[in-house]
């Protein structure tokens, strides 16, 4: 796919056009692209991570959870690691939220190096996000 410059952009631009009627749940309505873009940033400006498959993990992150994407079309495009890392971040939608986030804990000391820092990178942009601006009624949402 070329240089890891590249390989960044592909998968932003993958997940921009995938999250592209998306918005955030912030009074702004703030296009949801700026979140995988927050936590790959997070990765890099403030862990010094610069593992490409957790980059591009980072900026794919949700696109299976919350768009039509399946992980076979993210293995297709970013390859097997990029897929894993993503699958091991994924939530099933089809559970309730409570036990989701169960699963979650339950889960998070058996995930491998670059889930946990993308699953951290993730919080704490939603942490931070919650910070500038909660939305009535949706902190138990973000978190």
Same mark, same amino acid.
């Given at each position: 796919?070329?240089?890891?410059?590249?390989?960044?952009l592909?998968?932003?631009?993958f997940?921009? +056009?995938?999250h592209? !009627?998306? /918005? %955030?749940?912030?009074? *702004?309505? $703030?296009?949801?692209?700026?979140? @995988?873009?927050?936590?790959a940033r997070?990765l890099?400006?403030?862990?010094?991570?610069?593992?490409?498959?957790?980059?591009?993990a980072?900026?794919?992150?949700?696109?299976?959870?919350?768009?039509?994407t399946?992980?076979?079309?993210v293995?297709l +495009?970013?390859?097997? !690691?990029? /897929? %894993?890392?993503?699958? *091991?971040? $994924?939530?099933?939608?089809?559970? @309730?939220?409570?036990?989701?986030?169960?699963?979650?804990?339950?889960?998070?000391?058996?995930?491998?190096?670059g889930?946990?820092?993308?699953k951290l990178a993730?919080?704490?942009?939603?942490?931070?996000?919650?910070?500038?601006?909660?939305?009535?009624?949706?902190?138990?949402?973000?978190?």
């Open positions: 796919m070329g240089s890891e410059a590249a390989q960044l592909e998968a932003a631009d997940a921009a +056009h995938k592209r !009627q998306q /918005r %955030r749940k912030d009074p *702004e309505g $703030t296009p949801y692209i700026n979140h @995988p873009i927050g936590v997070i890099t400006h403030e862990a010094g991570i610069t593992d490409i498959v957790v980059l591009q980072a900026l794919l992150h949700d696109t299976v959870e919350d768009t039509d399946t992980l076979d079309e293995e +495009h970013f390859g097997a !690691q990029v /897929r %894993r890392l993503v699958e *091991e971040v $994924t939530d099933d939608k089809t559970l @309730p939220k409570l036990e989701r986030k169960r699963q979650q804990v339950e889960q998070a000391p058996h995930s491998s190096p889930a946990k820092l993308v993730d919080k704490l942009y939603n942490l931070r996000d919650l910070n500038r601006c909660t939305p009535t009624g949706m902190l138990s949402y973000w978190l």
